[in-house]
């Protein structure tokens, strides 16, 4: 069974920069498997897609959020965090076949 | 594009259910689509795919052979049938449109609102 992994939890000062990765267990990850990045900042109610096809973001995104392929991962980075960028960050891989895989989730502390 | 989930409610352990999403602001055959969950206080867990004539399913291992997915593309309607519910199958679920017909990666068009289902006696 295939597992996607990402940092349970990461911290970052204002204004500075981190990256949120997004592994699979299987293989690495590349752009067939159309990485993307949803933000939930409040419970019961639905992620919203924030970076799609590993680096488009969605519209009204600020671009200081930028997406990649990092080594072997997807990765999420944030250049110049700020307060209100504060949530969990779920990463979502297409494995092929119809197969979709959500990883595990990132809280981000800023 | 809309997408509005119902059919959820409190159900009994070993119940069956079955939940909706109406679809609008596309050609409905157009596209795969997909059921994602979430359950309280967890991630979202991805949980099958169809394509847009419904003819190729897809499923996670945690439902497969339990919830079966369709759609009623007259109607615009997507929908989940589950069975066996136990509570770890109690969260709230969501309908997701696919890139194309045949493919069901997630755009990056909003989800609707869920629809909460509830497994407990």
């Known amino acids: 069974q295939t597992v996607v992994t990402q940092e349970p939890s990461l911290s970052v000062s204002p204004g500075a920069t981190v990256t949120l990765t997004c592994a699979l267990s299987s293989a690495s990850v590349s752009s067939n498997n159309f990485p993307t990045w949803f933000r939930q900042q409040t419970p019961g109610q639905a992620p919203l897609t924030i970076m799609y096809n590993t680096g488009t973001p969605s519209s009204g995104v600020p671009d200081r959020f930028s997406g990649s392929i990092i080594g072997n991962k997807a990765a999420l980075t944030i250049t110049g965090a700020q307060v209100e960028d504060e949530s969990d960050y779920y990463c979502l891989l297409y494995l092929g076949r119809g197969i979709s895989v959500f990883g595990g989730g990132t809280k981000l502390t800023v | 594009v809309q997408l509005s989930e119902s059919g959820g409610t409190l159900v009994q352990p070993g119940e069956s259910l079955r939940v909706s999403c109406m679809a609008s602001?596309?050609?409905?055959?157009?596209?795969?689509l997909n059921w994602v969950r979430q359950a309280p206080g967890k991630g979202p867990e991805w949980l099958s795919s169809i394509s847009g004539n419904g003819g190729n399913t897809y499923y996670a291992d945690s439902v497969k052979g339990r919830f079966t997915i369709s759609r009623d593309n007259s109607k615009n309607i997507l929908y989940l049938q589950m069975s066996g519910l136990t509570a770890a199958d109690t969260a709230i679920y969501y309908c997701?449109?696919?890139?194309?017909?045949?493919?069901?990666?997630?755009?990056?068009?909003?989800w609707g609102q869920g629809t909460l289902v509830t497994v407990s006696s």
């Open positions: 997701a449109k696919g890139t194309r017909q045949t493919s069901p990666v997630l755009t990056n068009d909003p």
């Open positions: 602001g596309f050609i409905f055959k157009d596209f795969a």
